[in-house]
């Protein structure tokens, strides 16, 4: 805890340009807050509250609150790192309190977690990271902002959650041989744990990587274990995910038929949702229920959407089509397709530019342009 104060105690110094004779005059003497800041004393209340008040810090010292929150944070961690982490309210409503107490490094990564963002001031207090805190702190830099931070991570913290983690990422990159690798220990370490939720997640995004390198079998073998994980634990929502995924799948395999009748059982409808179910029905010759299904993604857009920006271009591609039978002869068909192929390449998980490869290619043959279809098979093999 000392190291932790002393380090808020330096941060908020500086940041008032404060010096530390300034400081600690008539509280302490200039060496001893120097070993304070360092974490190398062992200061008692007497000389740290003053120290904080100076500066501005109402440090929380309510043991009822304390208590309470010691024990919030202790669950939160447990649901985390068995695959299942409810929504952090009680944090939510006692941030300020929080910041200004032990716990303050503890709130702030889990609520980065649930908010996918990495708060930039805990750089500042990464010297006062324990075991526990070091780790998450690098799974954020690795998700947040794309930093590879995976090896440290996994030598520091070998564990079925941070496994999964990595996998997951890993994957979103489109490095799928690492992904298998690690998703699969994953699973392993998660039966040994009985961490039921990371097992479903460890299974459904092996399917995702089967799923897109087209290994069908290991695909359905994957989906259909995650399935069963999810059916008994009553998670409707991964269910769903696991049915949307093996429908956009059959999708891209030609398997229309079956690829609708999966859509059609799926309980989401959100925009990626009704972007599938639009080229479903394109391909089954159903024109206006197809622009039927792109008007409501584009409502769905306003309302729950992961990246409003592409999802708009990916509708903009099927309502094109659906407008103008001759698309491929069309210029501003060649320019949304072409832009939204590198706007995928740049922004999404390899997953969605993999989806719109055939329609890239479709356009490239009907130009002639035959040395680029053939770089794009090559690097998408």
Known sequence: MENFVGTLIRRERLRQNLSQEGLCKGICVVSYLS??????AEAGEDILLPLLHRLGIE??????????????????????FSGKMSSPETLQRQRERLMRSPFMLDAMLLLDVWEDRLSPELAEFVSCMDRRQYP?????????NGEDTAGELLRLAPTDFYCCAVGRERYYQGRYLEAIELLSRAYDL????????????????????YSDTRQTELMTESYRAAKKIALVLGDEQRVSTIDYN?????LELGETE?????????????????????IALEKLGRREEALGAVARGRAALQEDSYRPDAEEKMLALVEY???????LREEEYA???SDCFAFLRQTMPQGFTRFHLPYMLELLEAERRYKEAYRLLKEFS
Not at 35 to 40: A, H
Not at 136 to 144: G, I, K, M, W
Not at 264 to 277: E, F, P, W
């Open 190 to 209: 998660a039966a040994r744990e009985g961490n039921i939720w990371l097992m479903c997640d460890a299974r459904l995004f092996l399917g995702n990587c």
């Open 59 to 80: 440090y929380e010292t309510d043991e009822a609150f304390l208590k309470e929150a010691g024990e919030t944070v202790e669950r939160l961690y447990e649901e985390l």
């Open 35 to 40: 070993k304070i800041e360092q974490g190398k």
């Open 335 to 337: 320019r949304e397709m």
């Open 246 to 250: 093996l429908g956009s799948t059959y």
């Open 258 to 278: 079956w690829a609708y009748a999966l859509l059609q059982t799926v309980s989401r409808r959100d925009a990626l949702y009704y972007h599938k179910l639009a």
């Open 136 to 144: 998450l702190y690098l799974l954020l830099r690795l998700q947040v």
């Open 321 to 327: 089509r659906l407008l103008h039978p001759d698309y």
